[in-house]
Nanobody, 115 residues
């Protein structure tokens, strides 16, 4: 059974930073491009960052220049470094393989940006 476990969310002031982690199990991690998604209250889930198997990355315009995605294949993990956080970044954050995956979503990790 595949599992995705996100962590690292917290309450942070505007301008602050957080580093999210996602540990995976039950998938062939090294062969999967991975995505970070977020879902704000009352809104649909959106893909904000992705990283390929060779480390190439892409970002949504809303986070470009502030967020950095990385991966550690040995640890079956993907990370999201978030800098210069703003209130509009408040959401539940999830990781997920971008394709060839039909397993469940993880529980997500809550990020709240507020003064």
């Amino acid at each position: 059974q595949a599992q995705l476990a996100e962590s690292g969310g917290d309450l942070v002031r505007p301008g602050g930073s957080l580093r999210l982690s996602c540990v995976t199990s039950g998938i062939d991690f090294g062969t999967k491009a991975m995505g970070w998604y977020r879902q704000a209250l009352g809104q649909s889930r959106e893909l904000i960052a992705q990283i390929g198997t060779t480390g190439n990355s892409f970002y949504a315009n809303s986070v470009k220049g502030r967020f950095t995605v990385s991966r550690n294949n040995g640890a079956n993990s993907v990370y999201l470094q978030m800098n210069h956080l703003a209130p509009e970044d408040t959401a539940v954050y999830y990781c997920r393989p971008l394709n060839s995956y039909s397993g469940p979503w993880g529980q997500g990790t809550q990020v709240t940006v507020s003064s």
